[in-house]
């Protein structure tokens, strides 16, 4: 792994750990005071977590061209966020859970996207896109987003975007899709959510890849 890349994951490891470390030293301290149930702050740590990863994917990215290159699928996730830790982050949680949340999805929504837009990359011409998730022989919890509804999948710029239907979509299909090709190539971001609420992450090919798919 190169040098740059083992740095980034280190430092995406030491930030995770930074905040679970903080969210596991406070809830046992008010565990102790309050009495608080160990298995609702189990389930609290991980929403808390995901909410902050993806208040930092969704809300706090600096405007600027940052694709996501393979390998460096976290690499988002360095951005500043705008949500508190350690103490501040568990009193952000209690009084607004449900932003939350909204973003623990949201994460889980791109998280998945990425994943579908790697494999899709490294099987090359082995799919005549756009495609729904439904057709890739991945896990089956990946071919679903957050809320239950498939990814569309599709090429742009020399790139893959996957996209969700996100949270206000019944039901979801490439057909379906609204959020057009030339506004996703003209977007300055890789991750981002649409006016219209679908969820769009754009994974770009290395230049073998995108040679591989030429031939």
């Known amino acids: 792994m190169p040098v740059k890349q ?22 046992a301290q008010r565990r102790r005071t ?10 609290d740590i991980r929403v808390m977590f995901e909410g902050s990863l993806g208040e930092a994917l ?6 600027g061209r940052a694709i996501v290159v393979p390998g460096d699928g976290m690499k988002a996730l360095l951005s500043p966020s705008k949500s508190p830790q350690g103490p501040g982050l568990i009193d952000d949680y209690e009084r607004n859970p449900e932003k939350f949340r ?57 790139g893959i975007a996957v996209v969700s ?20 190539s003209k977007s300055s971001r890789a991750v981002f959510q649409t006016r219209l609420g679908e969820v769009v992450v754009v994974t770009k090919q290395s230049f073998s ?6 031939r």
């Open 58 to 63: 969704f809300a706090s990215r600096p405007a």
């Open 209 to 214: 890849q995108a040679s591989a798919v030429a």
């Open 165 to 184: 239907g996100g949270p206000g979509a019944p039901s979801f299909s490439c057909a379906q899709q609204r959020t057009h090709s030339s506004e996703i």
């Open 6 to 27: 083992k740095a980034l994951v280190i430092a995406v490891v030491l930030v995770a750990v930074a905040i679970v470390s903080a969210c596991v030293f406070v809830l």
């Open 34 to 43: 309050r009495g608080l149930d160990a298995a609702l702050q189990s389930s």
């Open 102 to 158: 909204r973003y623990a999805k949201l994460y889980e929504t791109a998280q998945n996207a990425f994943r579908l837009g790697q494999s899709v990359q490294e099987q090359g011409r082995a799919f005549h896109l756009p495609i729904t998730s439904f057709s890739l022989n991945v896990p089956a919890d990946q071919k679903v987003d957050a809320w239950g509804h498939p990814y569309c999948i599709s090429r742009t710029d020399g």
